[in-house]
């Protein structure tokens, strides 16, 4: 029986985890030829396929991912090992690497990081990029959870993607204190002007559906996809706006907007998106475990 070649692992391990054959080949101080040579044996070794070629680019194939999810352990576990025979150094705190989507609510993700703050035992980064560099660096194991208000449909081609619900959030109207309608909606709104999410986003065709049903055109003056810029809009344009109420708690909560009224069955939703069999940090474990598939109520920042 064939024994597992840890050196082929570990050139496969340094390729996989910089994305890049010459990257990973001058880190490393060998010859592209030679790194492709290496990783090739160890995929005859395995009987798999390791990598498949995009373009230019190498991506990483199912059997790809696995490799890397054992790669990552095998060799923190050696750089800990190494740590605690030369030195006696103990292993560090853990460090729990989140992407978070970068247009989404800041009062969210803290809500989700509220638990961390106070636990000495872990360490933490946050990492706001678009959702497509999310998911490559989940792939590449930069991440070990991604925060997003979209879910990740696993479709034929893309197997390796889980999205599970954290919470959800009503789509409400708020506008300055004071000058609530006294009818229901549309009456008293005749002439507002209105701040709203960005033309593409699932918010908005929510809202727009809203308004069409009670025969309602609204006048938006204003819009914005990322959640930190509607947030500022709602506070200080004056005018009429339509967001998640998470976004602009502390603004209602300190008398600075009013909720006029609550969209019916209308939410924003948050996931945590994972690879598919991708073994958590215990302490994200347990923070995800605290979260259910309903509706909560997140501190705000």
């Known amino acids: 029986m064939s024994r597992l070649n840890y050196h082929h692992l570990y050139y496969f391990w340094q390729v996989a985890r910089s994305g890049n054959l010459t990257r990973a080949a001058n880190s490393l101080h060998v010859s592209q030829s030679a790194l492709s040579a290496q990783i090739r044996q160890l995929e005859s070794s395995l009987d798999c396929v390791l990598f498949e070629r995009a373009g230019r680019r190498l991506q990483l194939t199912a059997a790809g991912h696995k490799a890397l999810e054992y790669a990552n352990e095998i060799f923190s576990r050696g750089e800990e090992l190494e ?16 992407g978070v989507l970068s247009n989404m609510s800041r009062n969210f993700i803290e809500s989700f990081i509220a638990p961390l703050l106070d636990n000495r035992e872990v360490r933490f980064s946050l990492h706001a990029r678009g959702l497509t560099e999310l998911l490559q660096g989940l792939s590449q194991h930069q991440f070990d959870l991604v925060l997003s208000n979209n879910s990740v449909t696993r479709g ?33 709104y005749e002439g507002s002007r209105w701040v709203a999410p960005g033309s593409t986003s699932e918010l908005r065709s929510i809202f727009e559906a809203f308004c069409a049903r009670h025969g309602y055109t609204p006048e938006i003056i204003m819009e914005a996809d990322d959640m930190a810029m509607l947030r500022l809009l709602a506070r200080d344009s ?19 907007l009013c909720q006029y009224m609550t969209l ?31 509706t909560v109520a997140p501190a705000a920042d």
Do not use: C
């Open 156 to 188: 034929n081609q893309d197997p390796l993607w889980q999205s599970q619900l954290l919470a959800r959030q009503p789509l409400v109207v708020v506008g300055p204190p004071g000058r609530i309608p006294a009818g229901a909606f549309p009456q008293g």
């Open 264 to 294: 019916p069955n209308a939410w924003e939703q948050f996931y945590a998106i994972t690879l598919k069999g991708q073994r958590l940090p215990e302490a994200l474990r347990l923070l995800l475990g605290r979260w259910v598939e309903e």
């Open 83 to 98: 740590a605690i025979l030369r030195e006696g150094i103990e292993p560090a705190r853990p460090h729990l690497r989140i």
């Open 238 to 256: 004056g005018a009429l706006s339509v967001l998640p109420e998470v976004v602009v708690r502390d603004e209602i909560r300190q008398g600075m």
